[in-house]
């Protein structure tokens, strides 16, 4: 590994540890060894995901996975979900590939990740342009009136000084019913009407 590449990902692991430490919206922790490389994301927010009878449902607790190839930051980090999350950029089953970001530079951070899947996990962001989830992408062109499905924001708090490691724990999971996938499914009400 290159001195500047180890130097940025170190930075980076410091960044993330001081931005989301205290965050109930997120829990951020590092897989492998130092310089990580990779780093598992459990976010606590609304988002939605399909119930066994293929029934959009709001969930509360989404794992994702975030690698660091040899090329990062030249090229973005691979994400994939280890959780059932249903939305038109991330792949329909646990393990594939989120599209997040199309236009990725190396000025970019892992913080800047964190957020926006934080936001495409509310449904604050999401692109039907090219789905990786054409279900999904369908399904959410025709219950636009209930985004976003979650208002939380994924605040970044960085100090002068870097704290310790401690991270929040994060809440168990909750669930609430959601308008069917199907072709058959109108407009429904607001998703301020759901219980979450």
Known sequence: MNGAREARLRNEAALLRAAFSASPAVEVTPVGWDPFEAYRLVYSVPGVALEQRAQPTL???????????????????????????????????????????????????????????????????????EPANAVAARWARRNEGVFPVGDVDIDVHIPDELPADRSAPAPGPASSVLPAAGPEVARTAPVSDLQV
């Open 59 to 129: 969930s509360m607790r989404h794992s994702l996975l975030v690698e660091l190839g040899p090329a990062y930051p030249r090229l973005a980090p691979r994400v994939v979900t280890e959780s059932a999350v249903f939305h038109p950029n991330l792949g329909a089953r646990v393990g594939d590939a989120v599209v997040f970001d199309r236009e990725w530079t190396a000025a970019r951070t892992l913080i800047d990740v964190v957020v926006r899947i934080g936001q495409m996990l509310q449904y604050q962001a999401f692109d039907l342009a």
